[in-house]
């Protein structure tokens, strides 16, 4: 196959490409984007309170992991070897970007969470309050 060939089926199939994913970011003509109500994503409190769980379970872990490495790594003695530097940098960049993670994972995505989880009780609660005001007055 020649190169002109080469280069007019790779056009072709980019062409075909980029056609199937335009009419992908369409909406279905009934305009429900094809989900049904089952389909849609239902989060609470208490689904956001489960996800924090998680994510500091994985903190912790990875805190775990951190510390064993650390520990693996500070036995290495390679006095008068040109490779100990080498291992001296690995542990102040293992450091640095095990600080970074865990900076992230708290603040970021453990913090986060229990801040959203604490707004939507907050909001759950509200809620609630709103439902037995109105269920007073209907029954007045």
Do not use: C
């Amino acid at each position: 196959m020649s190169f002109d060939e080469m280069w007019g089926q790779a056009r072709t199939n980019a062409a075909a490409r980029q056609h199937s994913s335009m009419e992908l970011n369409q909406l279905i003509a009934d305009g429900g984007g094809g989900r049904s109500p089952k389909d849609q994503l239902h989060v609470d409190s208490s689904v956001l309170e489960e996800r924090a769980k998680k994510a500091e379970t994985v903190r912790t872990n990875f805190k775990d992991a951190d510390n064993k490495t650390m520990t693996a790594t500070g036995r290495i003695e390679l006095k008068g070897f040109k490779s100990d530097r080498a291992v001296a940098t690995f542990q102040k960049r293992w450091r640095s970007q095990m600080q970074y993670m865990d900076e992230l994972l708290e603040k970021g995505a453990v913090g986060n969470l229990r801040v959203s989880t604490a707004e939507y009780k907050a909001e759950e609660e509200k809620r609630r309050q709103d439902i037995k005001r109105q269920q007073g007055k209907a029954g007045s």
